[in-house]
């Protein structure tokens, strides 16, 4: 069985970080632009960071530039958003999801802020940012 699964939410005071897990299982991430996702209470689901599987380019929506990285490790089929200085707007639900389009660094940001939608979601891990 295919899927991907998060980890690593928790709830930190403002200012502090997280570092989320995406592991897969069953297929191997090495051939995949992987993409984070959040939803907060009462908004909609937005994209958030992506990591090419060719070169490494990466994609960050502008309110986490600086603050936020994305990295991908394949020997462990895994993908992490280290998520540093953060701010209560950040609580959300994160999901991670992966996307066989083959993107480079002229290609990773539209895709990423404009095509990349998931079909499915996983059960995503909670972020909480409160003193």
């Known amino acids: 069985q295919v899927h991907l699964v998060e980890s690593g939410g928790g709830l930190v005071q403002p200012g502090g970080s997280l570092r989320l897990s995406c592991a897969a299982s069953g297929f191997t991430l090495d051939y995949y632009t992987i993409g984070w996702f959040r939803q907060a209470p009462g908004k909609e689901r937005e994209g958030v960071s992506c990591i090419s599987s060719v070169d490494g380019s990466t994609y960050y929506a502008d309110s986490v530039k600086g603050r936020f990285t994305i990295s991908r490790d394949n020997r462990k089929n895994t993908v992490y958003l280290q998520m540093n200085s953060l701010k209560p707007e950040n609580t959300a639900v994160y999901y991670c999801?992966?996307?066989?389009?083959?993107?480079?660094?002229?290609?990773?940001?539209?895709?990423?802020?404009?095509?990349?939608?998931?079909?499915?979601w996983g059960q995503g891990a909670q972020g909480t940012v409160s003193s």
């Open positions: 999801a992966a996307d066989g389009m083959v993107v480079r660094s002229s290609t990773v940001q539209p895709f990423c802020a404009e095509t990349f939608i998931p079909g499915s």
